[in-house]
């Protein structure tokens, strides 16, 4: 049986259109948690840490645990992590942070710059993909 639900934590920005912040899917003894790229904006949708690309990395990945918990996985399930940053020059600084969190899970990852995001001031996204097994 397939099974989906969507993640939207209480205290997250309100959805501005057809997406969630978050999917659990569960199929043949798997779960799969889906995060949808995640920016550095609080709940009344302020940008949190402006210039700050490691303060907005670990606002990010806190946000991502959240997430995940709610689908009942963490950062240790995720196998697969997406990066957009819009200046390459910031490595440096999101890339100690990002490793900070995946210590455990090691996932295949891709960082890419990118001209822009949807919101000024957010100097970086991240998604990621988990999985772990369903025991529900």
């Known amino acids: 049986m ?3 639900k969507d993640l939207s ?3 997250f920005t309100v959805k501005t259109g057809s997406y969630s912040h978050g999917l659990s899917v569960s199929a043949n003894g798997v779960k ?3 995060v949808t790229g995640q920016i550095a904006m609080d709940a009344n ?3 949190v840490c402006p210039n700050d690309a490691a303060g907005q990395a670990d606002f990010i990945f806190n946000n991502i645990q959240k997430i995940l918990n709610e689908g009942g996985a963490s950062l240790d399930d995720v196998v697969k992590a997406q990066i957009f ?3 390459m020059k910031l490595f440096g600084q999101v890339s100690p942070v990002r490793n900070k969190y995946f210590a455990k899970s090691q996932p295949v990852s891709t960082m890419v710059e990118v001209k822009a995001l949807v919101t000024p001031g957010c100097l970086l996204e ?3 993909i988990a999985m772990k097994e369903d025991k529900e």
Request: hydrophobic content about 45%; charged content about 35%.
């Open 2 to 4: 397939l099974t989906k």
């Open 9 to 11: 934590p209480k205290d």
């Open 32 to 34: 799969w948690v889906f």
């Open 45 to 47: 949708g302020k940008v």
């Open 85 to 87: 940053i819009t200046d």
């Open 126 to 128: 991240i998604e990621v």
